[in-house]
T-cell receptor, first 115, second 114 residues
């Protein structure tokens, strides 16, 4: 079974700092990769996704992620964070399972941005 | 268009009771999955339904069950509740999980077992 590791459980930054959240997965075949965000009191929302093609994926709100197949990684980045980026971030990997694609989620990274 | 709707939003139950949670997916979405979210374990997959058939199941005991109706609405049932079942239960829908689409999540049902 596949697994997803998010290395940073808690990240605290000041506004305008750069962000990189790590995500590694363990599955050797073709995968679809996602980052979801959960703002305080809100439901999980899709931030960006990678299916194929350009390994550098751009999402909403200035976020981007780079798929590095050789490293089994899909790290999330943002050049300059804002206070409104305070949220929990989840990396997810869709891999084939029982004829469908079931996302496996990482444990999440809690990001706090100080104004 | 309307998002994924989960009812009720909050529930308080006593140990030993059973509970049924409901999920209405986005119109046209035929795949519905359920997740349990807890601070210690993160999001754990419960099961996935597609066209009224359970297509995948996670590693949860048989007390956790679900079903999907012909209109794609889904219900999840937990019998003989335990304190450890306290969690946020999330429903997510997608057009067809065979294609590897991303999910659209509902706001969840917060279950507290006392």
């Amino acid at each position: 079974a596949q697994s997803v590791s998010q290395h940073n459980h808690h990240v605290i930054l000041s506004e305008a700092a750069s962000l990189e959240l790590g995500c590694n997965y363990s599955y050797g075949g073709t995968v679809n990769l996602f980052w979801y965000v959960q703002y305080p009191g809100q439901h999980l929302q899709l931030l960006l996704k990678y299916f194929s093609g350009d390994p550098l994926v751009k999402g909403i709100k200035g976020f981007e992620a780079e798929f590095i197949k050789s490293k089994f990684s899909f790290n999330l980045r943002k050049p300059s964070v804002q206070w409104s980026d305070t949220a929990e971030y989840f990396c997810a990997v869709n891999a084939p399972s029982g004829g469908s694609y079931i996302p496996t989620f990482g444990r999440g990274t809690s990001l706090i941005v100080h104004p | 268009k309307a998002g994924v709707t989960q009812t009720p939003r909050y529930l308080i139950k006593t140990r030993g009771q059973q509970v049924t949670l409901s999920c209405s997916p986005i119109s046209g979405h035929r795949s519905v999955s359920w997740y349990q979210q807890t601070p210690g374990q993160g999001l754990q997959f419960l099961f996935e339904y597609f066209s009224e058939t359970q297509r995948n199941k996670g590693n949860f005991p048989g007390r956790f069950s679900g079903r999907q109706f012909s209109n794609s609405r889904s219900e999840m049932n937990v019998s003989t509740l335990e304190l450890g079942d306290s969690a946020l239960y999330l429903c997510a829908s997608s057009p067809n999980s065979r294609e590897g689409y991303g999910y659209t999540f509902g706001s969840g049902t917060r279950l507290t077992v006392v």
